[in-house]
Structures are given as C-alpha cells and as structure tokens.
C-alpha cells in the first residue's frame, strides 16, 4: 500500500530576476512501512522534495498523493490538517522551544489537536520513556545534551502516532555514538509500522534504510535497495 506517490513532481523558486529548478521531474513511491533515506550533493532538492513530501511547501508542477488522495493543488489550510493528524518532523538543529521545558515541548502536537490534558498526560509519559528522556521531564531544552534534545525531538515529533515522520539530517549535529542511538530509534519507530522518510549526508545513517533515493540536479539518478537490511528481515 503506497503512502505517498509522485509523478513528475517539480519546483521551480523565482524571485525577481532568478528562477531556480530545485526539483526537475521526480517520480517517487512509497509504501507504508518503509524507511528510505534521500541522499545527494549539496543543492541537488533534498529539502525542498522533503518539505514538499511533508506539506510545508507545495510543487509547481508534477503530481503528488499522500494515503490516495491527490493532493497536488492543496490548500495551506487542507495541507495544514494533514500535517497535524499525520506527520511528524526531526531537525537536524532540533527546533525544541528553550522557554517550555522538556514535557512541554513533547505536549505540544497534542494540544494542536485538542486532546484532552489526562490523555495527553499519559501519551507524554509514554513517549518520554520510549526515548529514554523521562528523568529530563522538567528539564529545559539548553539543560541537556544534544542526544538529549534530539531524543525530546523525536519523542515530540511520534506523540501523535503519525503515518510518517521526515527527518532531515537527524544526526547532523551529534557525535556518533549519539548519532546511531538516535538512527536505532528511528528504526524501533519504524519496525513499529511508522513510515520513515530521511535526508541525510551520512552513509552510514542510510545504511539504516531499506532503500536509498539519489538525487541529482533535482532528480532522481539511482536508487539502491539496501540488500542488508532486506536480508535481515
Ligand atoms: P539540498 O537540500 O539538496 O541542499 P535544496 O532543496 O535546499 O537542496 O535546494 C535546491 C535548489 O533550490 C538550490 O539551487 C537552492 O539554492 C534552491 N533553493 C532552495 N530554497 C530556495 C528558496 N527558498 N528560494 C530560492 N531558491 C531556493
Ligand atoms: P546523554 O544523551 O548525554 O548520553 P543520557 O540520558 O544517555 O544522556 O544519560 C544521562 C544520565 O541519565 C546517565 O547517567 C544515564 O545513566 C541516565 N539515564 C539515561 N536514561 C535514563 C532513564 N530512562 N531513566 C533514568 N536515567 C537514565
């Protein structure tokens, strides 16, 4: 069953005297229940295909359905409705708000969606100690250590139970050893059924995924199974 499918997906970026082709005829699917990493050089689209897979930007051309339905011509509004009940997003600078302490950070998706402060209660407890951050409840963001806040990151970006999260470069900013911690909870979140779609620059990050999409000049050039992970399973 296919999560999200593109066909001859573009962008186009114009400002006054400049039009960029970020994304230049991408053909992309993905079933639910994969992990595939997107990787390429520096201003290949890796963001731009990311945050239009994750409906904060909006293609100039192409086509684009999420769970079946074509969402192409989406409103900001209609986009905004799917993003909240379905999606879940990690940074690489973490984008944790410094002035809400750890808890609060996490809650946050919650109270978009209006649940009620006993449920949400209890989903914040639960993903804080998936993610191994419960002791740093009351914590502010600058109080932890970076595996730290990316763990609050992750667990703020899963307490709604979305279809998909979107990562971009999530290890970008932390040492290795808290770098794979971070790519093995992504992969328990993924072997739990919640699709995964991650930029990175890290070979060894995308060795994590069951597939590797190469982007070249805004397109797709190869794609590689990861024979490894396919093995395993
Ligand atoms: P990557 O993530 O692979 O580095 P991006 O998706 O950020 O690539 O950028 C793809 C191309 O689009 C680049 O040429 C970049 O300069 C251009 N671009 C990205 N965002 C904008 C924007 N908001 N306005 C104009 N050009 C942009
Ligand atoms: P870092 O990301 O900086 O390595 P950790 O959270 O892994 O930080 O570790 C900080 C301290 O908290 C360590 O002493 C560790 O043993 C402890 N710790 C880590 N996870 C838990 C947990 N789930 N419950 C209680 N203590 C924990």
Redesign the pocket.
Same mark, same amino acid.
């Given at each position: 069953e296919l999560l999200i499918e593109t066909k001859q997906l573009q962008k186009k970026?114009v *400002?006054d005297t400049v039009e960029?082709t970020?994304l230049a005829g991408v053909d992309l699917r993905i079933a639910k229940g994969e992990f595939v990493a997107i990787m /390429?050089? &520096? /201003?290949? /689209?890796? &963001? *731009? !295909?990311l945050n239009i897979l994750g409906l904060l930007d909006s293609p100039s051309g192409g086509m684009f359905k999420f769970q079946g339905e074509d969402i192409t011509h989406a409103s900001e509004r209609q986009r905004a409705k799917i993003r909240k009940h379905n999606l879940g997003f990690v940074f690489q600078s973490f984008n944790l708000i410094d002035e809400l302490t750890v808890e609060e950070n996490i809650a946050l998706p919650l109270a978009y969606l209006g649940v009620s402060k006993a449920e949400t209660e209890k989903r914040v407890t639960e993903a804080m100690e998936r993610m191994g951050i419960a002791h740093r409840r009351n914590h502010f963001p600058q109080q932890l250590s970076g595996g730290q806040q990316q763990r609050a990151a992750i667990a703020r970006a899963t307490v709604s139970s979305p279809s998909l999260i979107l990562a971009d470069e999530p290890t970008g900013n932390l040492d290795s050893v808290h770098g794979r911690e971070v790519m093995a909870l992504l992969t328990e979140l993924n072997e739990a059924g919640t699709t995964v779609v991650m930029?990175t620059h890290s070979p060894s990050d995308a060795e994590y995924a069951h597939r590797i999409v190469n !982007?070249f000049d /805004?397109q797709i050039v190869t794609e590689n199974l990861n024979v490894r992970k396919h093995a395993a399973e």
């Open positions: 970026y *400002t960029t970020a /390429g050089p &520096s /201003g290949c /689209g890796k &963001s *731009t !295909l930029v !982007l /805004g």
